[in-house]
């Protein structure tokens, strides 16, 4: 098999309070040079990192709602346009992502926007801006999504849910700051970490992986499965996500992630938490892995919904089929290119149906 062209990001800064040391990561700025920060909008009543960044009148602050639901194309579109208004075409030299995967892929799709023509939506696929993006970094703040790590931002459609994959995507520098991930409140951070345990399962148990993103996989598997079941570390956890992002740019997803999407499409349910309401239904595929998180489920006193698509009509979950069915390259990582004689459309009503 011909592997992908392994990508990471070139510059990390790991540890403790690093993001005091943001500015070694930025260009220098001359005259009218202005950046934007993209900051989970937690943060604007909570002055852990605000204090931490050296903003100047120049530069444009997006505080972006990410509890209330994930990216849409439009708010892009939106952010797009009112900062090539506000600065008159002129493009900033940095964009800096600061939260969770919400609102670490909202700055890398401004990044990668102000630099190719059009609206976000023609950008959603593998390998579709033909340009480099905006100077980017990354400081996740709540652990799991692995977006600091990815080629992915990802957004939601008017009837798709579809990242911007591209190495454009990826962020050039990151901050693995575990002092930033200490006050996630308990839920969310159960539910972001299994992002990353399911990542991790999705590249271990998939065709497309390597010796080399099974060695990372296998290292971030077994960190996530440590936070949840025995000392929960924050430095480890935020190196199990990184390393959970790390493994899934040279390998994929798999089923897990094709049908959370259409629950978030349906549902406008978070991310991780619709991998955890899928994830809870797959142990024909994922077995001994799915034993485990609904043990940890159980550890961690969290209970998922049940009969959650009962809101739904049938057009509704024929959206939800439809959108699992784009999902060819997780599928195909999954199950082997054959996967549409496996995972049927009647297989994924009955899959969601039983969740
Ligand atoms: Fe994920």
């Not at 939506?121 to 996740?140: A, C, F, H, S, T």
């Not at 959206?319 to 199950?335: E, K």
Request: aromatic share 10%; proline share 3%; with cysteine.
């Amino acid at each position: 098999m011909k592997f992908r062209i392994f990508k990471q990001v070139p510059k990390l800064i790991f540890g403790e309070n690093s993001i005091e040391r943001l500015d070694e990561l930025l260009p220098e700025k001359k005259e009218n040079d202005y950046y934007i920060y993209v900051i989970d909008d937690y943060f604007q009543t909570e002055s852990l990192i605000i204090n931490f960044l050296n903003i100047d009148k120049n530069d444009h602050l997006i505080y972006f709602p990410a509890t209330k639901k994930e990216p849409t194309t439009d708010q892009i579109d939106d952010y797009k346009k009112m900062i090539l208004k506000k600065y008159s075409n002129k493009l900033p030299i940095s964009v800096i992502g600061i939260g969770g995967g919400s609102s670490m892929d909202v700055a890398k799709a401004i990044s990668v926007m102000l630099c190719n023509d059009g609206s976000s939506r023609e950008y959603q696929g593998w390998d579709l801006p033909k340009n480099e993006g905006i100077y980017k970094v990354g400081i996740p703040t709540i652990a799991g999504s692995g977006s600091e790590a990815s080629r992915t931002a990802v957004l939601m459609g008017k009837d798709r849910k579809f990242g911007i994959n591209s190495d454009y995507s990826m962020f050039n520098a990151i901050i693995l700051d575990s002092n930033l991930i200490k006050s996630v409140p308990k839920d969310q951070r159960f539910y972001s970490g299994m992002d990353c345990y399911i990542h991790c399962v999705e590249s271990l148990e998939g065709t497309m992986i390597n010796e080399l993103s099974k060695g990372i996989a296998d290292k971030a598997l077994s960190l996530c499965t440590d936070v949840f079941t025995k000392n929960s570390k924050n430095d480890m956890l935020i190196t199990a996500s990184y390393l959970g992002g790390v493994s899934i740019v040279n390998s994929e997803v798999g089923i897990c992630h094709a049908l959370s999407y259409g629950l978030s499409l349906e549902l406008d349910y978070r991310h991780g938490y619709a991998n955890c309401i899928v994830f809870n239904v797959l142990h024909e595929y994922y077995g001994e892995h799915v034993n485990l998180f609904k043990k940890m489920l159980l550890d961690h006193d969290i209970t998922l919904p049940t009969n959650v698509c009962s809101s739904l009509d049938d057009v509704a979950i024929e959206r939800m089929v439809d959108m699992t069915l784009l999902m060819d390259r997780p599928l195909t990582n999954a199950l082997g290119d054959n996967w549409r004689e496996i995972l049927t459309r009647d297989k994924i009503r009955d899959l969601y149906l039983a969740m």
